[in-house]
């Protein structure tokens, strides 16, 4: 079955990296758009980046452009987060998904993603 296994959470102060990884497996990796979502306490699931099957293309919410960037290992089914410049309101379970459409149209949308990991936990203390 489809596995997505989030890795690289933990607790970072303010100002400090993180680079998360998403390990997929049971799936043709290579054929999905990958994305990150983060859900804060009592907040809704947010996007955060997405990336494109060639890794050509990538997208990222404005309240992170600049500090995180996405990438995609083909070789490895492997997918990752870096987090630069890490702020308190960073603090949130981070969780990748996989889209076998994904489309610019539809990288924000949640519900439009086919799997999901269970999520890693990032806090950002000030």
């Known amino acids: 079955q489809v596995q997505l296994v989030e890795s690289g959470g933990g607790l970072v102060q303010a100002g400090g990296s993180l680079r998360l990884s998403c390990a997929a497996s049971g799936l043709t990796f290579s054929s999905y758009g990958m994305g990150w979502f983060r859900q804060g306490p009592g907040k809704e699931r947010e996007f955060v980046a997405a990336i494109r099957r060639s890794g050509a293309l990538t997208f990222y919410a404005d309240s992170v452009k600049g500090r995180f960037t996405i990438s995609r290992d083909n070789a490895k089914n492997t997918v990752y987060l870096q987090m630069n410049s890490l702020k308190p309101e960073d603090t949130a379970v981070y969780y990748c998904?996989?889209?076998?459409?994904?489309?610019?149209?539809?990288?924000?949308?949640?519900?439009?993603?086919?799997?999901w990991g269970q999520g890693t936990q990032v806090t950002v203390s000030s």
């Open positions: 998904a996989a889209d076998d459409s994904m489309t610019i149209a539809t990288i924000l949308n949640a519900l439009s993603y086919d799997y």
